[in-house]
């Protein structure tokens, strides 16, 4: 099980950092993409992190995010900063095991957290 954290509410602007966690695994051996939905629109990827630690952006995410591990290898972030309205969506951490290098594609990924929102005010 996957589980996300971290989300809220913030002003245009600013900043959150997202968690993505997977309770008894640890997520070293993991490759893990970051996808969102935004209200409408179909799921869309942001990024991964592959099992070397390689990182790959798409381009909603390749200016203003930053996707790392902890030291442990236990929690995956997803950094976000200059946030704008538009960024308004449910955040997904997905992870497949074993992949070393990963682009954010909703089928690379078997394994999904349940979401968490986030919403950008103006």
């Known amino acids: 099980q996957l589980v996300e954290s971290g989300g809220g509410s913030v002003n245009a602007g600013g900043s959150l950092r997202l968690s993505c966690a997977r309770t008894?695994?640890?997520?070293?051996?993991?490759?893990i993409g970051w996808f969102r939905k935004v209200a409408g629109k179909a799921r869309e990827g942001v990024g991964c992190i592959g099992t070397d630690d390689s990182v790959s952006y798409t381009e909603i995410g390749k200016d203003r995010f930053s996707i790392s591990r902890d030291n442990s290898k236990t929690v995956v972030y997803l950094q976000m900063n200059s946030l704008e309205p538009e960024d308004t969506a449910i955040y997904y951490c997905a992870a497949e095991h074993g992949i070393r290098w990963c682009t954010a594609k909703e089928n690379t990924f078997g394994t999904w957290g349940q979401g968490t929102q986030v919403t950008v005010s103006s």
């Open positions: 008894t695994v640890n997520l070293k051996d993991y490759a």
